[in-house]
């Protein structure tokens, strides 16, 4: 504490030599600024000497951020890492029937949460059909890698079965995790 203090007091005194040269009201001004910056620290740094704390909200996205913090002139950046996945779950189109070379009702949608139940945003999570042992399974409209929303959800796109009937998969993968769609092509 003492070290930072001394610190301060000599950056405070660099400050004032440029005053000197400076009109009347411009010195009040930087002697209030100086005085008011001397009354904050205390109450930054609480009674004990402990440290100057700040916080922001989480990341939720899997894209780091910076923050750039200045506290009594010092300047600092802060980066925050993306956040990871560490649940992935089925929330629509599991469990469908449809008839052969026919698209599926509904898309298959999955959820991406943190460890904290958060949704992942910008997460990529992939579909892969597996076909059935028999041949059976289905082929998806477009590209089936999908970018989580902000509300950590990715709808595959429309699924089409193909001409034979039979139970297949589609598994659903992010960063490890994945889970998995069971689907039924009828005649």
């Known amino acids: 504490m003492c070290l930072r203090f001394m610190f301060l007091l000599t950056t405070w005194l660099a400050a004032w030599l440029p005053l000197a040269r400076r009109e009347e009201t411009w010195k009040t001004a930087e002697i209030l600024i100086l005085r008011h ?34 506290v009594l002139g010092l300047k600092m950046s802060v980066t925050q890492a993306g956040d990871t996945p560490a649940s992935i779950a089925q929330v629509a189109g599991y469990n469908q029937r449809t008839p ?49 929303n902000a509300a950590g959800y990715a709808a595959a796109p429309p699924l089409t079965a193909n001409g034979i009937s039979g139970t297949f998969t589609v598994t659903a993968s992010t960063g490890g995790l994945s889970t998995v769609f069971t689907l039924t092509v009828t005649e």
Do not use: M, Y
């Not at 000497?49 to 939720?60: D, E, L, P, R, V």
């Open 100 to 148: 052969v070379n026919q698209p599926f009702r509904t898309n298959l949608k999955v959820r991406v949460e943190d460890a904290a139940g958060n949704p992942v945003r910008g997460a990529a999570v992939t579909f892969t059909v597996n076909p059935g042992t028999n041949g059976s399974g289905g082929a998806f409209g477009s590209s089936p890698e999908i970018l989580t």
């Open 37 to 70: 910056q001397l009354a904050v620290l205390p109450r930054c740094t609480g009674a004990s000497g402990g440290a100057i704390t700040f916080s922001f909200t989480a990341n939720t996205s899997v894209d780091s951020r910076v923050a750039d913090i200045s």
